[in-house]
């Protein structure tokens, strides 16, 4: 087996100064030339197996001390270059090392100027919410990725596009698929463009949901995708051929600043376009109102699945023929954020969605179980929430399963329209007390309270604490 080298200058050189030597002192003391020493501080020489002996004998260091990397610091220092304002500027694995190495104290004091920054950005990001809510323009800005633009583009609009809900519309009546929309979309792909939908195994495609093959014209689906998901990318490659300069069109009237963003935004116009194709408006609100918005009872009709359900429901909004103004939020166990949308925009400063009290949390303890509750925000705001999990693509024996939950919620007013109204309508439970988040809520002893709020002092009384794990005034 070859012999590890160890290139441990920058430690080597901070052992020396420590013992305050020259490296004429220091050569000497080791038996070998400063000219030797130098090129090993430079790290153009490796540390031999008998100099390390040598050092550790006549310097009694550890040994460690010069064979261990600073691999927390370099962890620390890859995060802080990997922030949208420094990505340009994004240095190589050694590099870091390097910066670790040679001087660890600058390093850790980049690292802990970099937490503080991302500290007061989150704070700044949380007092511009608290000041639109009450409506305060603000002008607090942020180095954002393409996907933050693209998911804030979308949120703060309806989540409805009515030329291509037509589009859509007159296309689906003209295919006549009756009750098989995949196979008809399957036919029109070859039909019209020579493209055959092929579904290949997990050894062949392990890590793509799908992938289109411009040189053999086959459009290749995951067989991880559950029926549900197959269709929805299929209909999303039909959609992107039948009426792509629709999207284009809805597309360039979001303004994205960047190509990044725009492939990002064409992608979720398109799912837009593909769940209006495999659930076309007249049809799907007609029924959606008979039911009373009973989603099982949709997705078994339509034969899509419970999510796609939920994300055509927040889409209804035409004129003339309008749905309830349902928005959504989707999440995982640890809180982040996937999807947000609403018929009117998603609702930031009156619902927020960021109370660790809504029903949303704790539909993973009882996976596939509806949870439906009422809530009700600071300012007296009721709203009607329902919550179930979602499980992600197919998985292997040996991998973890991924799994979301969904919300979809409305006002309060709408509680005779929804069947899941029942569920709240003349019972003796109080609604849920929430917040938009705990930054913003004031509401004191809240026994979920996670961060103190924003707008209160801390409370500092020595012979008296509260329920909540932060008190304040």
């Known amino acids: ?38 090129l090993i501080e430079r790290n153009q020489r490796p540390l031999t197996v008998q100099l390390l002996l040598r050092l550790s004998s006549v310097y009694k260091i550890d040994l460690d001390e010069l064979q261990g990397e600073n691999t927390g610091t370099t962890r620390a220092l890859k995060e802080v270059f990997s922030d949208p304002l420094l990505v340009d500027a994004l240095p190589g694995e050694q590099e870091l090392l390097e910066v670790a190495d040679a001087a660890p104290n600058a390093a850790t004091g980049v690292v802990k100027l970099y937490r503080a920054y991302k ?26 990725l393409p996907v933050d633009e693209v998911h804030e583009a979308f949120e703060n609009r309806p989540n409805h596009f009515a030329v291509i809900e037509e589009a859509a519309e007159n296309f689906h009546g003209s295919l006549k698929p009756g009750d098989d929309l995949p196979g008809a979309l399957r036919d029109w792909l070859v039909r019209e463009h020579g493209i055959v939908v092929r579904l290949l195994p997990v050894h062949t495609m ?114 003339g023929a309008a749905g309830v103004p349902f928005f959504m939020l989707e999440v995982d166990n640890a809180g982040n954020r996937f999807r947000r949308a609403g018929a009117r925009g998603y609702p930031h400063s009156r619902f927020g969605g960021g109370c660790p009290k809504l029903n949303i949390h704790a539909a993973f303890s009882q996976p596939g179980q509806i949870f439906v509750e009422s809530v009700e925000m600071p300012d007296g705001a009721e709203f009607l929430v329902i919550a179930r999990t979602l499980e992600g693509p197919q998985i292997a024996f040996n991998e973890r399963v991924r799994r979301t939950a969904i919300m979809m919620a409305c006002d309060i007013g709408f509680c005779d329209e929804i069947i899941y109204g029942d569920a709240v309508k003349g019972k003796e439970l109080k609604p849920t007390q929430v917040g938009p988040a705990c ?31 932060f008190d304040f005034q």
């Open 206 to 319: 392990p890590n793509w949901r799908r992938r289109f093959d411009r040189h053999s014209m086959r459009l290749f689906l995951s067989e991880r995708l559950s029926p549900f998901d197959q269709l929805r990318e299929i209909a999303v490659e039909v959609c992107q051929l039948a009426f792509g300069d629709l999207i284009a069109q809805e597309l360039s009237q979001l303004n994205l600043s960047s190509d990044e963003a725009r492939r990002l935004g064409r992608f979720e116009v398109a799912r837009y376009a593909a769940h209006a194709l495999m659930m076309p408006y007249g049809a799907f609100q007609a029924a959606a109102v008979r039911l009373k918005y009973d989603i099982d009872v949709l997705r078994s009709r339509f034969h899509v699945s419970f999510e796609q359900v939920v994300n055509r429901l927040t889409m209804l909004q035409r004129q």
């Open 1 to 38: 087996m070859a012999e590890q080298k160890i290139f441990a200058g920058p430690r080597l050189r901070r052992i020396r100064n420590q013992f305050e030597l020259t490296q004429t002192a220091m050569a000497e003391a080791l038996s070998i030339s400063p000219s030797y020493l130098n």
């Open 119 to 144: 500290e007061a950005q989150s704070r700044l990001s949380d007092l511009s919410d608290l000041l639109a809510s009450e409506g305060r323009l603000t002008s607090v800005s942020s180095a954002r």
């Open 439 to 469: 930054r913003l809520c004031e509401r004191q002893g809240c026994l979920s309270r996670a961060e103190p709020p924003l707008t209160r002092p801390s409370g500092l009384d020595e012979m008296m604490t509260g329920l909540s794990a």
